[in-house]
């Protein structure tokens, strides 16, 4: 076996050459490696120096062009910027989620942190403030989940708060968001595939994930963890169990098959039913409005916005005018006012000599019709 030899140096003689192998593999002997693996192991470490001062001087350079960006007569107050800078989040590659960080989600989301539904790439998912989150974090409430399980990381302050909520982010169990324009949703940044703008919905934000996971109380971050996932799986098995019976009827138990043929037959006679008396009321309808106006219903809250018994009472009605709905329906809606005694302030006028009258000033309501 060849045994490596490192790249010879300028200006070195054979001797040193030789010393300094001699050293290299009496260090490889104490790290119990070999010299081959000793000069791979010299080379990652090399790599890694090289790495660490390319972004050392990457972030030396944002910092002057952020001073440059200020001038140097710049009176603005850094210190929150500086405190911003320290809340960055970078995130790990894709693996295992902390197992804190999954306690730390599942507590949360049984939480009321007043989530809203936002569209990111195109799904519905929750999304919540970090102020809530941090608020919730250093309550008695956390504190005592902390005491029952030992899988929640304590929290002490607000700093603490902070670093515990970091976990999320790190694990990729909710990500930081903001909100994409209106514009930019239109051309193909939404949840629409079409080319022109899609009819934006009140309330609903179509968001995009953030690279810089920042902490701070006014960012919205939005929950990748969707729980355990038994619920979706037992309503998958009932399904599949549901379409293998309907798919296996042919073997049900004769007696199974007669009973199913006869709930379907009464199923379907409810239903023909229930078209035979909507054409039965109409036609009544109809005829009524001519012989006796304005007109009967039979069955008038058939199909008004009411409970299932609620349709069917009255049995009959008389066809009403829309106007008069809407009156009886602010007057059901109004409460009759309780008696009191009579404390309405009066005022005397007197126009003329020897002629006073008195007005009322109590407060009315009147209804106007509707043009």
């Given amino acids: ?30 790290n119990n490696m070999t010299l081959e693996q000793y000069i791979e192991h010299l080379k990652a470490q090399a790599t890694k120096h090289a790495q660490a001062q390319k972004q050392a001087a990457q972030q030396q350079q944002q910092q002057q062009q952020h001073q440059h960006h200020h001038g140097p007569n710049c009176d603005h107050d850094h210190d929150h910027d500086h405190e911003h800078e320290q809340h960055h989040v970078h995130l790990n590659s894709p693996g ?10 599942k507590w949360l989301r049984g939480q009321n942190l007043k989530s809203r539904t936002c569209i990111l ?28 399980s030992a899988a ?21 169990l909710a990500l930081r968001v903001s909100k ?21 919905v009140k309330g609903l934000w179509t968001v995009k994930i953030e690279q810089q996971q920042e902490v701070q109380d006014g960012l919205h971050f939005v929950w990748l963890y969707e729980g355990p996932q038994w619920k979706q799986k037992l309503y998958a098995v009932g399904a599949l169990v549901v379409i293998m019976a309907v798919v296996l009827f042919p073997l049900w138990p004769i007696k199974l098959r007669i009973g199913v043929w006869y709930l379907s037959m009464a199923m379907l006679g409810l239903i023909g039913l229930f078209f035979a008396m909507s054409i039965f009321r109409l036609i ?15 069955y008038p809250n058939l199909f008004e916005d009411v409970g299932f018994f609620d349709s069917f009472r009255p049995v009959w009605g008389w066809q009403e005018d829309k106007k008069k709905k809407k009156q009886k329906k602010s007057v059901k809606g109004e409460k009759a006012p309780t008696e009191k005694p009579n404390n309405t302030p009066t005022v005397k006028v007197t126009p003329a000599a020897g ?17």
């Fill in 1 to 30: 076996m060849v045994t490596p030899q490192p790249p010879p140096a300028r200006g070195l003689s054979p001797a040193q050459i030789q010393m300094m192998q001699q050293q290299m593999a009496t260090e490889a002997a104490k």
């Fill in 96 to 105: 295992a989620p902390n197992p804190q960080a999954i306690a730390l989600a």
């Fill in 121 to 148: 790439n195109g799904q519905r998912k929750d999304m919540f403030k970090v102020k809530r989150v941090l608020r919730i974090l250093q309550s008695p409430d956390y504190a005592k989940a902390c005491a029952k």
């Fill in 152 to 172: 929640l990381p304590p929290v002490t302050d607000r700093a603490s708060a902070e670093n515990v909520f970091k976990l999320l982010p790190l694990s990729l």
């Fill in 180 to 200: 994409i324009d209106s514009q930019e949703g239109g051309a193909g940044g939404g949840h629409g595939h079409g080319k022109g703008p899609k009819k934006r």
């Fill in 284 to 298: 009544l309808f109809c005829l009524t409005v001519f012989v006796v106006p304005p007109g009967l219903w039979l």
């Fill in 355 to 371: 002629f006073t009258s008195t007005r009322d000033l109590t407060p009315r309501v009147e209804e106007v019709e509707d043009d």
